[in-house]
Antibody, heavy 122, light 107 residues
Framework: EVQLVESGGGLVEPGRSLRLSCAAS????????MHWVRQIPGKGLEWVSG????????VYSDSVKGRFTISRDNAKNSLDLQMNSLRADDTALYYC???????????????WGQGTMVTVSS | DIQMTQSPSPLSASVGDRVTITCQAT??????LNWYQQKPGKAPDLLIF???RLQRGVPSRFSGSGSGTHFSFTISSLQPEDIATYYC?????????FGGGTRVEIK
């Protein structure tokens, strides 16, 4: 079955860290770029970060640059997002999404996980 | 960053109506425009990529058009299962950016 499954979300205090993971199955993982997109419940979609098929290029939104790190392990078909120095405005549902090609902005995002909720609060 | 502006929102229409959503980019994105459908409590689904190409398995009542800075998304005959929020997204340059969404309701 073709799917993406996120994990690692939860409640965390401001300033602390959290690591999200995404397990991919059912497709050739290392052929495609992967992304993280977040959504405050009831609000719109915000792209967070992307990584090309090989992992050699990583890109970030300005809102997370310097605090978040995206990585992938093609041998394990997994994608991670290390989130440091978390802030209240990072509170959102985080989706893992698959690109339609290997580059960071080639085409749309054609597969999404169910999301994992991150709540940053004291 | 490229800003994407969608209209209208919300959009209220009757079953069987033809509905159109527009999306405008702040700079030329050629045809690098994608459309998603998000039903309540679900992840987004890619419906259309490259402005007009229908994703596999998507019903033919959905269509897209446009290039440059002006794009449109049309449902030719609105069905009850089409109740959702629709987002445009540009993939011309980083950061990837989404429109604010158009919630489609049944009148």
């Amino acid at each position: 079955e073709v799917q993406l499954v996120e994990s690692g979300g939860g409640l965390v205090e401001p300033g602390r860290s959290l690591r999200l993971s995404c397990a991919a199955s059912g497709f050739t993982f290392d052929d495609f770029a992967m992304h993280w997109v977040r959504q405050i419940p009831g609000k719109g979609l915000e792209w967070v970060s992307g990584i090309i098929w090989s992992g050699s290029r990583r890109v970030y939104s300005d809102s997370v640059k310097g605090r978040f790190t995206i990585s992938r392990d093609n041998a394990k078909n997994s994608l991670d997002l290390q989130m440091n120095s978390l802030r209240a405005d990072d509170t959102a549902l985080y989706y893992c999404a698959k690109g339609t090609a290997g580059g960071t902005h080639d085409g749309g995002l054609d597969m999404w996980g169910q999301g994992t909720m991150v709540t940053v609060s004291s | 960053d490229i800003q994407m502006t969608q209209s209208p929102s919300p959009l209220s229409a009757s079953v069987g109506d033809r509905v159109t959503i527009t999306c405008q980019a702040t700079q030329d994105i050629k045809n690098h425009l994608n459309w998603y459908q998000q039903k309540p409590g679900k992840a987004p689904d890619l419906l259309i990529f490259d402005a007009y190409r229908l994703q596999r398995g998507v019903p033919s009542r959905f269509s897209g058009s446009g290039s440059g800075t002006h794009f449109s998304f049309t449902i030719s005959s609105l069905q009850p299962e089409d109740i959702a929020t629709y987002y445009c997204q540009q993939s011309d340059s980083l950061p990837l950016t989404f429109g604010g969404g158009t919630r489609v309701e049944i009148k």
